[in-house]
């Protein structure tokens, strides 16, 4: 993931991060002791980090194998480094909040996000938001006032910022956020989309907005958002740390399943003659050749594609421009596709109908097909290789309803209705640190 710049990474709680100490650490703790522990992380949970800062120090000295404190430490160290106007020694609390994380072994969303932000930092944890002084100025000035809870400040040291710099993305979306922060809803709504409309395919800004909208109660509106933000940057975790975590709100899971993929090939079909490889050409089973009898067809039918773009000509005719071959999206989506047509012979035939209708991966793979969707699920569950994701940047300019389409209909759970928002209502705020451009909320 490319650093984009913490703001301070001071911290939200969309997923309730911290979760109360266990039975088993409190009774390993005097009655002193877990009264000063429930007190700090009660601090921590309220978004009053520096105030927790001295009691989470104290007790992370006095048991540093407490997990939950730890990130809570290095969280506060984090937002406690914002304040500072020594960048070095900024830097170091940084590095120390790392490795607290790290030593800390938590898989909390809190602390997965925060070590992903932290792993991305520049080396000795300095961070820059411009190249114009004026303009680090006031963004630093911004921070610092933030992480003080004083938000009115922050808008005025951002808002400086976004003067010398009109479309500076990280000032507009930081604005968004400190009227978040003072529950002046209206005005962050309108400055989230002013960021959106800065940076359609910087995912954060609409990832905060989806916080927000998950603290009013507007859980449709948040799953858009966090569909849009998946749009935006799909091979980034946090987003899908934030849309499980929307879905867990109301007991729902996000359908990471994959379709059918082919078996590796047997023996017998990897010492084909490759001097001879009819079975390789585009059309497979032209009419009226009898129906396949087994999967293991389509799959032949998926490999031959394959083998022509890496064996042929179809790459350097596709791709002029790249002097090596690598897995494209359209080779893909040419393979799968052929394996799919073969899959609806067989759902078809009375013989072999039930080898696709008994097999959920198949039916996904063949549902994808039938909804126009293999491109998407392909660059979605397939991509992040440094492969086949370099086709995504141009497939999303040209086809963004798409992607939308394909989370909304076979990846993201419905969202609740309001009456069950209302029965279940969820914890409003929820746990990930804010980056520069962007990456998590403050």
């Known amino acids: 993931m490319k650093f984009k710049c913490l703001q301070a990474l001071v911290l939200v709680l969309f997923l309730g991060a911290i979760a109360p100490f266990s039975c088993a650490q409190a009774q ?6 877990r009264a000063k522990r429930e007190q700090a992380l009660k601090l921590f949970d309220q978004g009053k980090r520096l105030e927790a800062l001295p009691l989470l120090e104290a007790l992370w000295q006095k048991d540093p194998d407490d997990e939950q404190v730890a990130v809570a430490l290095a969280a506060s160290l984090v937002s406690h480094a914002a304040t500072l106007t020594d960048q070095q020694a900024a ?3 940084r590095l120390r909040a790392r490795m607290l994380l790290d030593k800390s072994g938590s898989t909390s969303v809190l602390a997965q996000n925060l070590q992903q932000l932290l792993h991305a930092m520049p080396e000795g944890g300095t961070i820059r938001f411009s190249e114009n002084p004026a303009v680090e100025q006031a963004m630093v000035a911004g921070e610092a006032a933030f992480s003080q809870g004083d938000f009115d400040g922050a808008i005025a040291g951002y808002s400086k910022a976004l003067e010398l710099e009109p479309k500076n993305y990280t000032a507009t979306l930081f604005i968004g956020n400190s009227f978040h922060r003072k529950n002046d809803y209206a005005k962050a709504r309108e400055w989230y989309e002013k960021a959106i409309a800065l940076d359609p395919n910087n995912e954060t800004a609409y990832r905060y907005y989806a916080h927000m909208l998950v603290r009013e109660g507007d859980m449709a509106k948040a799953r858009t958002m966090l569909i849009h933000a998946a749009v935006a940057e799909p091979y980034n975790r946090l987003v899908w740390r934030d849309l499980s975590a929307w879905a867990s709100l109301h007991n729902a899971k996000v359908n990471l399943a994959y379709a059918a993929t082919p078996p590796y090939p047997r023996k017998d079909e ?6 001879s490889l009819d079975f390789l050409q585009t059309s497979v089973f032209p009419a009226p050749k009898p129906a396949p009898k087994s999967l293991s067809d389509a ?6 594609v394959r083998e022509e773009w890496k064996k042929g000509s179809k790459f350097k005719e596709h ?5 090596f071959y690598r897995r494209s999206l359209v080779e893909e989506n040419e393979a799968l596709s052929a394996a799919s047509e073969v899959m609806e012979r067989l759902r078809r035939n009375i013989d072999t109908a039930e080898l696709v209708s008994e097999n959920q991966s198949v039916l996904l793979l063949l549902h994808l097909y039938e909804a126009g969707l293999l491109e998407p699920y392909i660059l979605f569950r397939l991509g992040g290789d440094h492969e086949i994701d370099k086709d995504y940047p141009a497939y999303r300019a040209d086809h963004r309803d798409k992607l939308k389409a394909y989370m909304d209909q076979f990846v993201v759970p419905p969202a609740p209705t309001k009456a069950e928002s209302a029965g279940g209502q969820a914890k409003p705020g929820t746990g990930t ?10």
């Open 28 to 33: 390993t703790q005097d009655a002193a002791s």
């Open 319 to 323: 791709f002029p421009q790249e002097g």
């Open 270 to 275: 990897s010492t084909i003659d490759k001097g």
């Open 91 to 93: 830097g170091k609390e």
């Open 299 to 304: 799959w032949k039918a998926y490999r031959a």
């Open 433 to 442: 640190p804010k980056t520069k451009s962007a990456q998590v909320s403050k």
